[in-house]
């Protein structure tokens, strides 16, 4: 509508000043009377594009407004259909295509660290995530979980079945029930509750530094958990040697010959993190009275590889199997 009345106003300009050049004409041939009617003809086109002006204002302001209410219809009627259930069974029925989105942000809290499984302590670190997008869904990322849980099975290849198992920095993690599940007697140790059961597996919600056990361990593990002590991110007291104490800590618990299971992040400090990223000299030095097996270090290539790499470039994690 407002396209149209600027057209309109536009043609008319157009033939009103075409009209005043020709009374310019007929002014300089006939004097004072033709310059009378030019006068009046100029008044009338100034007359005219107010006129057209104030109809084009109008109309953007009415087509705004329509605009507006079409809008708000739109989503009064998406509402609607969210309220009658209809807009999740579109989405179940026609599937892909019918994901929006709202739909693609929706499920990407659900299933995100703050989600409703979070609200109840349940949401797990899973070595890769899903993205959500509209009328698409791929792999958003892997993380180094993928190798860190490998690895420690792996190390555990020849621990026998009853064997007592330390996972310390236990919750958000599935291998404390995978090892009870493989027959291992084992605890899980961390300040937040540990949402599963199993009849092989005591929860402890305690900190490493303030708990005393009265067993001693075959095997300890520490999967991306010793970065975090003594930073203050989980609510705990900051302290910058916390985890030189906490690998103290964690020596005094494993049994003769036991096995140390520990993986961190490797290579360069991370921009707005706050836990610690260790190069090799730090995990030598950290590592000083412990007899290393193995250090294993990998790299992240891109958003879904790993790799092992002697020194990373980039992000790395490492991986350590170490006796005491």
Known sequence: ???????????????????????????QAQGAVARRALERLEELERMAAAD??????????????????????????????????????????????ALDKRAAAFLSHATG?????????????????????????RVGSVNER??????????????????????????????????????????????RPYPLDHPNLTVVVERIEEWRPETRFDAVLCISTLEH??????????????????????????????????????GRPRDGEAARVYNRAQLEELLADWRVEDLTVVERLDDTTWAPRDEPRGEGVALVTARR
Do not use: C
């Not at 043609?11 to 007929?26: D, F, M, P, W, Y």
């Open 1 to 27: 509508m407002a396209a149209q009345i600027e057209s309109e106003s536009r043609v008319t300009r157009e033939h009103v000043g075409a009209l005043s050049r020709q009374q310019t004409e007929l002014l």
């Open 229 to 266: 002590i003594g930073t203050g991110e989980y609510g705990q007291a900051e302290d910058a040697g916390g985890d030189v104490a906490a690998l103290a800590r964690l020596g005094e618990l494993i049994a003769d010959d036991g096995l140390l299971v520990l993986t961190t992040p490797y």
């Open 146 to 191: 993928i190798v860190e849980n490998t690895y420690a099975l792996r190390a555990l290849a020849d621990a026998t079945p009853g064997a007592h198992i330390l996972d310390v920095g236990a919750s958000e993690s599935t291998l404390a029930l995978s090892l009870a599940s493989l027959g291992f007697a084992v605890t899980a140790l961390d300040p």
């Open 113 to 137: 660290l703050r989600g409703f499984a979070a609200e109840r302590n349940l949401w797990f670190n899973w070595p890769l995530t899903i993205a959500y997008e509209e009328g698409d869904v």
């Open 52 to 97: 057209m002006d104030s109809a084009a204002e109008v109309s953007t302001l009415i087509g705004e407004a329509l605009a507006e209410l079409t809008a708000e219809v739109g989503t009064a009627r998406e509402q609607a259909e969210v309220a009658s259930g209809a807009y999740f069974e579109r989405l179940t029925k026609d599937g892909l295509r």
